[in-house]
């Protein structure tokens, strides 16, 4: 096992939450903007209107910085925090996916070399070979999406990869394709939302409104299409996440933000698209993408919250990120009671030598150690944490209660089993009772 990051008032799992459900923003955009991109500059090349060329100079500058500076960054971002917050959940994904990330590369390269050379040939070259440019980026930045969905979607619903542990069983898994579908759709409400944002600095009114008028049936039926594939994504997620999903109260809260956010962005979408198209501004503009990110955070939210207690679905534990069972395809073997047996601290090779045996005078501070490798990934450990504080969760509990609450953990569908033998739990108790106090 790996150093534990522990992060003081937030939590680790907030921090990934805010970075990875930002990247989307960015990411969306720059898989759904060319092909509406694509359709102005077609159309002014076809028509012999010079004067749309203005908004697509500001829209592709728009797409060039947003995706390509603060998105690669945020990208940047994910892999380092879940690389520090959850180590052998990357390695599993790397290990079984490796050949997918190269791939996935691969097209990143394609996409940051065609949007430079499509935006610094913009009006120099002839247009034929200026839309060849704009289709290169178009198809790579979707292809980009089309291997990234197969292994986020691997880890809520592995499929038959728990048997036979091969790569396309694993990525062409049951939520593949409803997922992949659910993203396509909503990255043209991103591109539309992006567009009316880039029209606040078109000076051109009549272009403003024509534009506008366009981007607002690409916006919303991009989010129709958008709830009915999530329909059919929710309808094909597993027994469990749909039990957690109606039985968690926090699940239902997501829910609510991420639906509200979405008729708000329907709502302005219609407003600053059909009704008053001249006066949309960057700032509306501005305040519809922060409510976007929050429809983002709903729905992640979700996704994330309802492969509970697992990190990689039926495969690996949350915060302990110890193996639940046995894939003798991959020839790994289920760790939880090899670990119960010799203790979790027999895995934290990094303690020094006066941690790794419990005695009276270090068991609180090796109880606090054990809370933040167990609990810390979905819980605060500060009373005024943000994600789920156990100070206040456990408030007036003594140590036994605290203890038989863990033991039944065994048997919650949500919480994963304590991974460690009597005298750690004991520990653990100790500490937990000492915080809640």
């Known amino acids: ?118 935006y610094y040939t913009l009006g120099k070259i002839d247009p034929v070979n200026h839309l060849r440019l704009g289709w290169i980026y178009a198809w790579g930045a979707w292809i980009s999406m089309v291997i990234i969905t197969g292994i986020l979607a691997f880890m809520l619903t592995p499929g038959k990869w728990l048997t036979t542990g091969g790569f396309f069983d694993g990525f062409f898994n049951p939520t593949y394709f409803p997922q992949l579908f659910t993203r396509t759709a909503f990255m043209f409400t991103v591109a539309s939302i992006y567009a009316l944002i880039a029209l606040s600095f ?36 597993p027994k469990e996440a749909k039990e957690l999903l109606n039985t968690l109260p926090y699940m239902k809260t997501l829910i609510k933000v991420m639906v509200i956010s979405l008729v708000i962005t329907a709502i302005y979408l219609v407003v600053f698209s059909f009704v008053i198209p001249k006066y949309n501004n960057l700032i509306a503009g501005i305040i519809s993408a922060i409510v976007l990110f929050l429809a983002i955070l709903g729905f992640e939210g979700i996704r994330e919250g309802i492969r509970r207690p697992y990190i990689v679905n039926y495969v690996m534990y949350g915060s302990s990120q110890i193996i639940s069972r046995d894939l003798p395809a991959k020839a790994v073997k289920n760790e939880l009671e090899k670990v119960r047996a010799k ?45 789920r504080p156990l100070p206040k969760i456990l408030a007036g509990m003594d140590k036994e209660t605290i203890k038989s609450l863990i033991q039944s953990f065994d048997s919650s569908p949500y919480m994963p089993p304590f991974a460690g033998n009597e005298q750690e739990l004991d520990a653990v108790s100790e500490y937990l009772e000492k915080i809640a106090k």
Not at 5 to 20: D, F, K, M, N, Y
Not at 43 to 53: D, F
Not at 212 to 230: E, H, R, Y
């Open 343 to 387: 203790g979790f601290l027999s895995k934290l090779y990094y303690l020094p030598p006066e941690l790794r045996t419990i005695t009276p005078e270090n068991k609180v501070k090796v109880g606090e150690i054990l809370a933040i490798h167990l609990c810390s990934g979905c819980h605060s450990m500060a009373k005024d944490g943000w994600l």
């Open 202 to 237: 078109v000076k051109n009114e009549s272009v403003k409104v024509e534009i506008a008028k366009k981007a607002g049936v690409w916006g919303l039926a991009g989010l129709v299409f958008a709830f009915i594939l999530g329909a059919w994504y929710f309808a094909k997620l």
């Open 1 to 118: 096992m790996y150093p534990q990051w522990l992060v003081p008032t937030i939590g680790s799992a907030v921090v990934i939450a805010l970075i990875a459900c930002f990247h989307i923003l960015p990411s969306h955009l720059a898989t759904g903007a060319f092909w509406f991109n694509l359709y102005i500059e077609r159309k002014a090349v076809k028509e012999g209107r010079s004067e749309l060329m203005e908004f697509l100079k500001k829209y592709v500058i728009l797409i060039l910085i947003f995706s390509f500076i603060y998105g690669s960054l945020t990208g940047v971002g994910i892999w380092f925090a879940t690389a520090v917050s959850s180590p052998r959940a990357i390695s599993l994904l790397i290990h079984n996916y490796v050949w997918g990330w190269a791939t996935e590369w691969v097209f990143f390269i394609i996409e940051i070399t065609a949007i430079y050379a499509y």
